[in-house]
């Protein structure tokens, strides 16, 4: 028989959840942005190499 009253830890659970998500979605938005930069380096860099020759 299921019990009565409100079901035990969904609001943890869910708050958990939610933290969670923005944790991983912070770190793959810093991963991009990290790429980003470094992609904007090696652009740079090769523009100089062409424009020294």
């Known amino acids: 028989?299921?019990?009565k009253g409100k079901a035990k830890n969904t609001l943890n659970?869910?708050?958990?959840?939610?933290l969670m998500q923005r944790k991983i979605n912070k770190v793959k938005l810093e991963k991009q942005l990290?790429?980003?930069r470094l992609k904007d380096i090696i652009?740079?860099?090769n523009?100089?190499?062409e424009n020294e020759h």
């Open 1 to 3: 028989m299921p019990k």
């Open 13 to 18: 659970k869910a708050k958990h959840t939610k």
């Open 34 to 36: 990290h790429k980003e």
């Open 43 to 45: 652009r740079k860099v």
């Open 47 to 49: 523009e100089e190499k």
